[in-house]
Nanobody, 123 residues
Framework: QVQVVEFGGGLVQVGGSLRLSCAAS????????MGWHRQAPGKQRELVAA???????NYADSAKGRFTISRDNAKNTVYLQMNSLRPEDSAVYYC?????????????????WGQGTQVTVSS
């Protein structure tokens, strides 16, 4: 069973920085993409940033220029450096790990989620 655990949330003032970490373990198959999503009260969960095992990254428009996602493939760990934080960045941040496997010649993916970590940006 794949486990995904997040670290690093907390309370920060506007303009401050936080670094989130996430480690995935227990997979016998390769982990392709890892990423961060967030969900604020009353809103849908949204993608913040993601990175593939090959290093390709994808950012939400709101994260571009302020957040940086990075990854240590050997440790199946992904990091999210968040700078210039705004009150609207306040949310529960969830880490996601996408496992890839093949069966009968077809490619399948399973997604695993962490429990989430709270980020609160105070003004």
């Amino acid at each position: 069973q794949v486990q995904v655990v997040e670290f690093g949330g907390g309370l920060v003032q506007v303009g401050g920085s936080l670094r989130l970490s996430c480690a995935a373990s227990g997979s016998i198959f390769p982990i392709n993409a890892m990423g961060w999503h967030r969900q604020a009260p009353g809103k849908q969960r949204e993608l913040v940033a993601a990175v593939t095992s090959g290093g390709n990254t994808n950012y939400a428009d709101s994260a571009k220029g302020r957040f940086t996602i990075s990854r240590d493939n050997a440790k199946n760990t992904v990091y999210l450096q968040m700078n210039s934080l705004r009150p609207e960045d306040s949310a529960v941040y969830y880490c996601n790990a996408e496992v890839v496997y093949y069966r009968g010649g077809s490619r399948y993916t399973d997604n695993y989620w962490g429990q989430g970590t709270q980020v609160t940006v105070s003004s």
